[in-house]
């Protein structure tokens, strides 16, 4: 593991990797008081030519640096963090499986470890890196869609609050949801905002919808980034890579859940799927909306759309195809 930890007083320390152990931490630690807490999520991958690759990890150091100012935590040298877990992973590269449908899961993590009952921003903190290798998100090998619970009874962010950073309370307060989703025969919440039940997330997925719009137009639309939204690399990938195909309309709008059912009224939606690291796209099959369960079209339409970007992207990661998305693991 990684870790660095830092001081109003000294500033950055020297970076250290160590044999994975537990942390010592003062039981008066900001983190486990008052969230003074982030993280983030990508992976390694193994690629045909056993050469190992990060995908856009620049897009991860972007958000974790935005997510620490907002947290209060101190602010780093993004490319130097980015070498540093390169470092880990080279030394670690034996975990990094040997095959195309794993990977080597990374998890960046800083907190607050200032020793005082006191609500203030931190004078010491604590960055960290683990690893742990994972198998493919569907296990079975191909798609299984989700079952969505739609409800305005939960909101995972709003606006003027911190739902575009990956701070690990959001997660934690919407677990209550969750059980509550599961409960009701679903598999994720689907979380909605405003009286106009705005779409927003899937779970802790982006959203996209793939549809012929009001204007008769073909159309992938995911929610824009408001504040309220986690800005993914998976959705900014996909937004990318289909704007480079430029064979339909790409939006980033706002979509309600009235847009989505007087469009599935008219047989005008084609896919819906969630977006993020763990599994690149998850297809979504129903959702729970207001005591009624709608089914959506997706699997009927192949997935074709989604199997796609699934394909693409994966080439992408396992170097089957080159790309400057990539960066290389000495």
């Known amino acids: 593991m990684l870790t660095v930890e830092w001081s109003s007083e000294f500033g950055w320390d020297k970076p250290h990797i160590k044999p994975f152990q537990n942390l010592s931490l003062h039981p008066g630690s900001s983190v486990l ?13 193994r690629g045909h030519d056993n050469k190992i690759r990060l995908f856009r990890p620049d897009l991860n150091m972007d958000r974790m640096y935005r997510s620490a100012v907002r947290v209060t935590l101190p602010i780093f040298d993004k490319e130097e963090l980015l070498q540093c877990i390169q470092q880990l992973v080279s030394l670690d590269k034996e975990w990094v499986p040997y095959s195309t449908a794993a990977s080597l899961y990374i998890r960046p993590t800083f907190i607050g470890t200032e020793c005082s009952l006191g609500i203030k921003k931190p004078t010491k903190a604590l960055l960290f890196v683990i690893l742990s290798p994972v198998g493919p998100y569907f296990s079975s090998g191909s798609f299984k869609p989700v079952t969505l619970w739609a409800s305005p009874q939960y909101v995972r962010a709003w606006r003027g609050g911190n739902g575009d950073c990956k701070l690990g309370g959001n ?41 012929i719009n009001e204007d008769g137009e073909e159309e992938l639309a995911t929610p824009p980034l408001d504040g309220i939204i986690l800005p993914g690399v998976m959705r900014q990938s996909i937004l990318d890579l289909a704007r480079e195909w430029g064979e339909f309309k790409v939006s980033e709008r706002y979509l309600t859940m009235g847009d989505l059912t007087s469009a599935l009224d008219e047989n005008r939606v084609k896919e819906m799927f969630g977006s993020g690291t763990a599994c690149i796209v998850c297809p979504v099959s129903d959702i729970l909306y207001k005591d009624q369960m709608t089914h959506i079209p997706t699997m009927e339409n192949g997935p074709k759309l989604a199997s796609r970007i699934l394909d693409k992207l994966r080439d992408i990661q396992y170097g089957k195809e080159e790309s400057a998305w990539t960066v290389l693991v000495p």
């Open 171 to 211: 997660y934690g307060s919407s677990l209550f949801a969750q059980c509550h989703a599961m409960e009701k025969g679903c598999q994720q919440v689907l979380w909605l905002y405003g009286e106009d039940h705005q779409i927003t997330e899937v779970g802790t997925m982006n959203l996209f919808l793939y549809w």
């Open 33 to 45: 008081h008052y969230a003074v807490e982030l993280f983030e999520g990508l992976k390694a991958y």
